[in-house]
Nanobody, 121 residues
């Protein structure tokens, strides 16, 4: 069974830092570029950080200069270093990965269960 498991969320004061991790496990044939989304209370899911088709990191304007996405392809893992956190960064953060279960399968998006990040004094 394919699973994406996030970790690293928590409560942090404004200006603080957190590092989120996500690892994909289970039987699959191939994995695409993993990324991070978030969903704040009462709002839709927002793309936060991702890798372009060229393999370069890219970010939502609201987090540029503060967040850094990185990955370890050998471990099927993606990370999100979040610095200078603001109260408006409070949200549930979700890891996303496009996967193919077999060589003849189509690509399908998989999601983690989410990890809560709360920025508050």
């Amino acid at each position: 069974q394919v699973q994406l498991v996030e970790s690293g969320g928590g409560l942090v004061q404004p200006g603080g830092s957190l590092r989120l991790s996500c690892v994909a496990s289970g039987p699959f044939f191939s994995i695409g570029n993993m990324g991070w989304f978030r969903q704040a209370p009462g709002k839709g899911r927002e793309l936060v950080a991702w890798f372009t088709s060229g393999g370069n990191p890219d970010y939502a304007d609201s987090v540029k200069g503060r967040f850094t996405i990185s990955r370890d392809n050998a471990k099927n893992s993606v990370y999100l270093q979040m610095n200078t956190l603001k109260p408006e960064d409070t949200a549930v953060y979700y890891c996303n990965a496009p996967l193919r279960l077999t060589s003849w399968s189509t690509w399908r998006d998989y999601w983690g269960q989410g990890t809560q990040v709360t920025v508050s004094s």
